[in-house]
T-cell receptor
Framework: DADVTQTPRNRITKTGKRIMLECSQT?????MYWYRQDPGLGLRLIYY???????NKGEISDGYSVSRQAQAKFSLSLESAIPNQTALYFC?????????????FGPGTRLTVL | QQQVKQSPQSLIVQKGGISIINCAYE??????FPWYQQFPGKGPALLIA?????SEKKEGRFTISFNKSAKQFSLHIMDSQPGDSATYFC????????????FGQGTELSVKP
């Protein structure tokens, strides 16, 4: 969905490096989410934000941090990347205040940690 | 703890056949059950969703069947086409979680011509 953009689309990095993945949306949605996708494990929630001042841990937040710089921007950081953080990362948004449960996903960032 | 279990992990169906993917959940407070479709290189997108007050919802060739007592729901794809080849995820949510979704493990569907 072009309304939810992620940068970079691909990234190769080394163990111990700090990495930031960025997500921007033009949908005007209040809620934003970060997931990682691994084969056989589905999509697992890392962090989610209901508004700029409300950030919550998901089921696999260890090793990650986030920042909601504005309603439209939500960044995911890996403070010290490790190989088992190699995965496909997705940002998503939803318009929950308007009664919408549907989540709209970005195109994903493929991260490889060597 | 996996609250939504999805099977099979992969599925191969001939063109024109019926594809069936199953999910089971544990939390009886869940009140929204969507299915997402993901094509290679793309993010997941909502395909169809159901709430527990109905037992079936149909949209074109796609149908969700919902069994509240068994805590199970399934996706049926009728007249499967090669263009349906994708990864499918079931999910569940409940209102007091503010729309947060719990996803199943995913099913990779391949429809052979």
């Amino acid at each position: 969905d072009a309304d939810v953009t992620q940068t970079p689309r691909n990234r190769i990095t080394k163990t111990g490096k700090r990495i930031m993945l960025e997500c921007s949306q033009t949908k005007g949605h209040d809620r934003m989410y970060w997931y990682r996708q691994d084969p056989g494990l589905g999509l697992r929630l890392i962090y989610y934000s209901f508004d700029v001042k409300d950030i919550n841990k998901g089921e696999i937040s260890d090793g990650y941090s986030v920042s909601r710089q504005a309603q439209a921007k939500f960044s995911l950081s890996l403070e010290s990347a490790i190989p088992n953080q190699t995965a496909l990362y997705f940002c998503a948004t939803s318009d929950f205040l308007a009664g919408g449960y549907e989540q709209f996903f970005g195109p994903g960032t493929r991260l490889t940690v060597l | 703890q996996q609250q939504v279990k999805q099977s099979p992990q992969s599925l191969i169906v001939q063109k024109g056949g019926i594809s069936i993917i199953n999910c089971a959940y544990e939390n009886t407070a869940f009140d929204y059950f969507p299915w997402y479709q993901q094509f290679p290189g793309k993010g997941p997108a909502l395909l169809i969703a159901i709430r527990p007050d109905v037992s079936e919802k149909k949209e074109g060739r796609f149908t969700i069947s919902f069994n509240k007592s068994a805590k199970q729901f399934s996706l049926h794809i009728m007249d499967s086409q090669p263009g349906d080849s994708a990864t499918y995820f079931c999910a569940a949510s409940h209102g007091n979680q503010g729309g947060k979704l719990i996803f199943g493990q995913g099913t990779e569907l391949s429809v052979k011509p």
